[in-house]
């Protein structure tokens, strides 16, 4: 499975953005399709993920936030951003995982600042 990411960019405090992984390649059975950031100095964190059975999870610092979606025609896996936070500045990557294997993206930078 091979993943392009994209929608980074610069915001404004209580802005929105929304990001996009788009996936090719073969994906059979059970999957999850994730979004995780890492901020400088940080580690890298699962931020929010949705199963190939459309359950969703999220980190408690993104709920009531951040949604994360997938389009299964146009095989795209949106993470659209609310009430975006300087904290929430990072670098933003997709993952595949179960598809089989595990496949990540090239990152996207988000940047939340006035």
């Known amino acids: 499975v091979q993943l392009q990411a994209s929608g980074g960019g610069l915001v404004q405090p209580g802005g929105s953005l929304r990001l996009s992984c788009a996936d090719s390649?073969?994906?059979?059975?059970?999957?999850?399709m994730g979004w995780y950031r890492q901020a400088p100095g940080k580690q890298r964190e699962l931020v929010a993920h949705?199963?190939?059975?459309?359950?969703?999870h999220y980190v408690d610092s993104v709920k009531g936030r951040f949604t994360i979606s997938r389009d299964n025609v146009k095989r795209v896996t949106y993470l659209q951003m609310n009430s975006l936070k300087s904290e929430d500045t990072a670098v933003y990557y997709c993952?595949?995982?179960?598809?089989?294997?595990?496949?990540w993206g090239q990152g996207t930078l988000v940047t939340v600042s006035s």
């Open positions: 949705i199963t190939s059975d459309a359950t969703t």
């Open positions: 390649g073969s994906i059979s059975g059970f999957y999850i």
């Open positions: 993952r595949c995982w179960g598809a089989p294997g595990d496949s």
